[in-house]
């Protein structure tokens, strides 16, 4: 049991902080600038496609740095020269401009790398088993991305805390006019926060992408579980995406230990066998089988019962 | 406003080629409705270059009763209402044989589709071949006159793979995981009764559903196996749910065997490698590309000069194709009405190692010999590598056709 | 005398907004009966099936996102249900001889709509905005993987396939051919675009505009606009109840893909691009994007690029969509300056002709090169054959992409000259 209870935290971390590795750019860009980006799943690709041609010719780790900065490029000039001229018309048209992008991504990593996955395998400098834990081996490579992970947010939340860059951000959000009659140029900087929401989707790609599989339909396959991160964890707040990533990781690490279903709880009373009839589809279905389901029930339930998400500071 | 000028131009110019496209041309017409864009479009596209190496090999011989082989693909981006709309849209281009495989939820709208279609459209009859969907449901309850299941279905599959199990001595606890909904249970069942059947040695000690294609992180998983103490994973799943659990079991230092249905499967290779698993991967299928039989090695050979990122993953679509031409070469006819009589019962050489399989008329269910292969380094006389990764599925056992033989329900309609 | 002015005047002017009122509407029934005979091929009428499904689909969308200002991005939800116990209720009636004739059936689509538009709208509109797009999302998702868990409600992912000859027949119409169900189709389009234009009209439809333009205003002139937001939702439900009870006697089949995000995600790119602003908006988007999704995949395997460039196209340069792109055009023909502007217009239209073809040219070659690659590099484009490994295609197509977007940047600006002046002269008329 406490063996059960020790793996499952620590595999329930691990994933927490993978989630928060993916969805890190997505909170920056809906925090700071009110975008929810569809196509934060395809920079994330663009991101570990990258940084698996670039892990080809000088290496993992330059890919590291490379890869980022070349997606944030990107990031910043579909910004510059498509979002911006569409940000007048609203949010829905700034959201659906991210959507049609991300078929235009979608196609074009197909046409250059093909539809097959891609051998983008962990560098050898980290691929060993860091440590064994009752017979299960953690690979260094995970906790690398644990690592950098825990990095990101730190330095993300020293800079929009602590530094002038963060207060000009948040403050541009509110009041653009007035910072920009403070002589700050609003839409320099909406395009540099663009870009450093795509770069970080792309650090979470190129990690992700010898963790789990790089290929043409990897953008797709992530689903919207960031978008459940960033709402659970509260528009606008960086800590809340932190614990809403943890939460969700370890809510869902658990629940795939439990094999518990209502047949389990009823047992064999003559009401349970006639309930057995009647829903015999729900009747043995197990918690364990529900766990990939269970983040949208809690988005659901917490933008009901508590719609600023668990730490953040205003509704929409 | 200035962009939409253009986009209706565009619109224009897609009207016209798909009005020129339409016209009519005396050729032997295969439509391919099968997946060529979104999360299905890798195994879809390795289907339509192996239609298109087939058809160009048989018209470089003449064609089939002279006529040309022309392969059309129709895009169904794995969605059984879209097949529907395709397969009208391949009616309308004089295609009478469709080929079809990939989702069985697509296979049975299209089944049913042509079925229905056929009854109501006396003398446009339709024939669907179908090359990859296993549902037992197919060629049972469901079966239909006009459709041809040339992969062995769930039950074929099971029953070969159990009873390779049970005679493994080595394999004492088996773990049972699948992804959870219809097929993925109906594997499940049928494994389950089969290993856990009396007098058998195995014990099923895990019966796990996993939620199809939502799961990125299957450590919690691998956990519950290592927590059982599996020696062997029996598994149905397939993409991102096999290279996922394959590869968290490499991540976590899990050493036992894996027994699949669709470890070939595009990107599965590459995932195998990753995980450092040699030889402890299994895959049930009609052959490998291994086998020593150097007839077929050839074929794969020139095969690879023109596609050369894999060996021939659907040998199938060889015999599937080989056969509906010597159907329509017996019946002196491309009518399904008159060419379909000759299918059924039909024996063929297969092509995948020479010997020979039977399409059965009671379900129209083909019956080949079936193969349990590894992936690992390759020996001598085994040239095919998968996904350059420089390992190769090599044969670990036989099962021969009178071994596959299991009873159906289909009561037939006959037109 | 004056009073006989009037009386005579009286009947013309009713005649005339007889006219007006309901020449559309007439107009409407006789193209929908007489375009199954000008476009009489299977795939015409199959896709033309579609298109009738999909624009109630979308026009019950747009009661959310145009009229109420509501985004959601699980609309689908209610055209899978709708549509599953359709199916349901078909296969029932087959198996107990219930007499039920197959053209009443979309009606249990909508009331099952209406039903879960009731249960989750309770849920959903006690928010607005982004909370309200994200309580879709989550619902769109749970309900869409809670249909492969249950498996005898859902059929699992083979779906719940329907017979639609097999239940009552009345004046001898079996809908086992196509045209048939296309008429049943045609018939329900008529009716529920009608209800739904009717609805707009309504005093409710308008506090419908009063709650998305400005519902701080509006609770303040004493309406709730919880309520208003839930009856919009459970109302949208219910027409795309409807749209799914005739999808599946249309197909004959329901899978949960019916009702999956991918679903979802095209009735919103089909209200889009068409104009969420205009009533006709998504009925024209409809149109467009069920065309799109039949036809341009075979046309090109790089359709979804296509299909993404022309979408980023409407947002960016269009934002009210088609229909307000043609609703802009009014004051050109109040003015009477059609006929100069529309030479502008099509000055503009030639080049960036050559410039898309440029484009296209460009982006076929690079799919062949790679996607295609084992094919070989011989191609044609509009029907001219050339080998894309040369430099020749390439320049050229380099050239049409340039030439024809520097003309058309040029002729575009005194095109919208043209169209400024027309503006301008409209409004000295009005005044």
Redesign the interface.
């Known amino acids: 049991m406490l063996e059960i209870v020790f793996i499952s935290t620590l595999n329930g971390v691990l994933y927490g902080m993978l989630l928060f590795l993916m969805a890190s750019g997505l909170t920056v860009i809906f925090s700071m600038m009110g975008v929810l980006n569809f196509a934060h799943a395809s920079f994330y690709m663009l991101g570990a496609f990258f940084g698996f041609e670039i892990s080809r010719h000088v290496g993992f780790f330059p890919g590291l740095v490379i890869a980022p900065v070349l997606v944030g490029l990107i990031g910043m000039a579909v910004e510059r020269y498509g979002l911006r001229q569409v940000h007048r018309h609203g949010h829905v048209a700034e959201l659906l401009f991210t959507f049609g992008l991300t078929f235009i991504i979608q196609e074009v990593v197909q046409m250059v790398w093909g539809k097959l996955a891609v051998d983008y395998k962990v560098p050898p400098a980290l691929d060993f088993p860091a440590f064994t834990l009752f017979a299960t081996e953690y690979p260094a490579f995970k906790i690398f991305m644990l690592a950098i992970s825990i990095a990101i947010f730190a330095v993300l939340l020293l800079i929009v805390k602590r530094t002038r860059v963060g207060l000009v951000v948040q403050a541009a959000l509110s009041h653009p006019d007035m910072v920009g009659m403070l002589g700050h140029n609003v839409g320099r900087v909406f395009m540099l926060v663009f870009g450093v929401g795509a770069g970080l989707a792309a650090v979470a790609g190129v990690i992700a992408g010898p963790a789990l599989v790089t290929q043409a339909n990897m953008a797709a396959a992530l689903g919207p579980i960031l978008f459940v991160i960033v709402v659970v964890g509260g528009l606008g707040s960086l800590s809340g995406a932190f614990v809403a990533s943890l939460l969700i990781g370890l809510i869902q690490t658990f629940a795939v230990a439990v094999n518990v279903s209502l047949a389990d709880i009823l047992g064999d009373t003559q009401m349970a066998e006639t309930l057995s009839v009647w829903f015999s589809d729900i009747w043995s279905v197990t918690v364990a089988q529900i766990a990939p389901i269970l983040p949208y029930l809690l988005l659901v339930l917490i933008l009901i019962f508590r719609p600023r998400g668990l730490m953040g500071n205003r509704e929409s | 406003m200035r962009k939409f000028v253009g986009s209706g131009a565009f619109a224009l110019v897609v009207l016209a080629s798909t009005a020129l496209s339409a016209m009519a041309q005396d050729t032997l017409k295969i439509g391919y409705v099968d997946p060529l864009s979104g999360g299905g479009a890798a195994a879809g596209q390795i289907g339509m270059n192996q239609l298109n190496y087939i058809a160009e090999a048989v018209n470089a011989k003449g064609g089939v009763m002279g006529k040309q082989v022309e392969i059309i693909p129709y895009d169904n981006k794995l969605d059984p209402q879209v097949s529907l709309v395709q397969i009208q849209k391949a009616v309308d281009q004089g295609v009478r044989i469709v080929i079809q495989g990939n989702g069985s939820s697509v296979a049975a709208a299209v089944s049913d589709f042509v079925t229905k279609f056929n009854s109501r459209n006396p003398g446009k009859e339709v024939v669907h071949i179908n090359h990859a969907a296993i549902d037992p449901s197919l060629t049972n309850d469901k079966c239909s006159y006009w459709h041809f299941a040339f992969d062995a279905n769930v039950n074929i599959k099971v029953e070969a793979m159990t009873n390779f199990m049970k005679a493994n001595e080595a394999i004492k606890k088996v773990y049972l995981i699948n992804q959870d909904y219809s097929f993925g249970h109906s594997v499940a069942e049928a494994a389950a009764a089969k290993l856990g059947a009396e007098g058998s040695s195995i014990e099923v000690v895990g019966k796990e559903f996993v939620p199809l294609q939502k799961v990125t992180d299957f450590s919690p998983y691998i956990a519950k196996i290592r927590a059982s103490g599996a020696d062997s994973v029996f598994t149905a799943n397939w993409g991102n749910d096999l290279q996922l659990l394959i590869k968290a079991a490499g991540d976590a230092g899990l050493d036992i065997n894996w027994y699949t249905f669709y470890a070939g499967l595009a990107g599965t290779p590459t995932a195998i490698k990753q995980a450092g698993l040699e030889d402890k991967v299994f895959q049930i299928t009609e052959g490998v590309n291994n086998l020593d039989y150097m007839p077929m090695q050839e074929e794969v050979k020139a095969y690879m000069a023109k596609y050369p990122d894999a060996p021939i993953y659907y040998p199938r679509l060889f015999n599937a194709m080989g056969m509906v031409f010597k159907a329509i070469e017996e019946a002196g006819s491309d009518d399904p009405v008159k060419f379909v009589p000759k299918l059924e019962g039909m024996k063929y050489v297969d092509f995948i190692d020479g010997k020979e399989g039977f399409m059965r008329a009671d379900d129209h269910q083909y019956f080949q010999t079936m193969y349990i292969s590894g992936l690992g380094s390759l020996g001598p006389n085994q040239p095919f590598e998968e996904e350059k990764t420089g390992w190769g599925w090599k044969v670990a056992a036989t099962i021969p056709v009178d071994d596959t033989i299991v009873s159906t329900t289909c009561q037939m309609e006959r037109p | 005398m004056i009073a006989s002015d009037t009386t005579s005047e009286l009947p013309s002017a009713r005649r005339r907004s007889f006219l007006a009122t309901y020449g559309v509407w007439i107009a409407l029934a006789v193209v929908l009966v007489a375009l199954p005979y000008v476009l009489n091929?299977?795939?015409a009428i199959?896709?033309m099936c579609?298109m009738g499904i999909m624009i109630i689909f979308s026009l019950s969308y747009n009661m959310l996102?145009g009229q109420t200002g509501l985004?959601s991005f699980g609309h689908a939800v209610f055209f899978g249900l709708g549509g599953f116990l359709t199916a349901h209720a078909m296969n029932i009636v087959r198996v107990t001889g219930a007499p039920l004739p197959l053209e009443v059936f979309p009606i249990i689509g909508g009331l099952t709509g209406l039903l879960f538009g009731v249960i989750f709208g309770a849920?959903a509109t006690?928010?607005a905005?982004?909370?309200f797009?994200?309580?879709t999302?989550?619902?769109g998702?749970?309900v869409a993987?809670?249909s492969?868990?249950?498996?005898?409600?859902f059929?699992?992912?083979?779906?719940i396939?329907v017979?639609r000859t097999r239940v009552l027949q009345m004046f001898g119409i079996s809908f086992?051919?196509?045209i048939q169900v296309y008429f049943l189709i045609a018939a329900w389009l008529f009716l529920s675009v009608a209800a739904m234009y009717a609805l707009t009209r309504t005093p409710f439809g308008r506090i419908c505009n009063a709650v998305r333009d400005n519902p701080v205003r509006a609770s303040f002139i004493g309406y709730n606009t919880t309520t208003v937001r839930f009856l919009s939702f459970s109302m949208a439900g219910l027409f795309a109840g409807v749209a799914g009870g005739l999808?599946a006697l249309n197909?004959?089949?329901v899978?949960s893909?019916?009702m999956g995000?991918?679903q979802s995600?095209t009735v919103?790119?089909m209200a889009?691009i068409g104009g969420v602003g205009n009533f006709a908006g998504p009925i024209i988007g409809a149109i467009?994007v069920t065309?799109?999704?039949?036809?341009?995949?075979?046309?090109t395997?790089?359709?979804?690029?296509?299909?993404?460039?022309?979408?980023?196209?409407?947002?960016?340069?269009?934002?009210d969509g088609?229909a307000g792109?043609v609703a802009?055009q009014q004051p050109v023909l109040v003015s009477g300056r059609l006929h100069k502007v529309l030479p502008r217009?099509l000055t503009?239209?030639l080049p960036?002709?050559l410039?898309?073809?440029g484009l296209?040219m460009l982006i076929e070659m690079?799919?062949q090169l790679?996607?295609n690659a084992?094919?070989g590099p011989a191609m044609s484009f509009?029907?001219v054959p050339f080998d894309a490994s040369s430099p020749l295609p390439w320049l050229i197509a380099a050239a049409m992409l340039a030439v024809g977007l520097w003309l058309?940047l040029k002729a575009?600006r005194l095109?919208?000259e043209a169209y400024g002046d027309a503006v301008e002269a409209a409004r000295g008329n009005v005044r």
């Open positions: 091929s299977g795939l199959s896709t579609l996102l985004l849920v006690r928010r905005g982004t909370a797009a994200m309580i999302l989550g619902i998702e749970l993987s809670s492969l868990i249950l498996r005898s409600a059929g699992g992912e083979e779906g396939s017979d086992g051919p196509q999808a197909f004959e089949i899978t893909s019916a995000a991918a995600g919103v790119l889009y467009l065309y799109l999704q039949v036809m341009l995949s075979d046309v395997g790089a359709w979804q690029l296509y299909f993404g460039l022309l979408f980023i196209g409407i947002v960016m340069f269009v934002p088609i792109l802009r217009y503009a239209l960036g002709l410039a898309l073809a296209s690079t799919y790679t996607v084992p094919e509009l029907y058309f575009g095109a919208l």
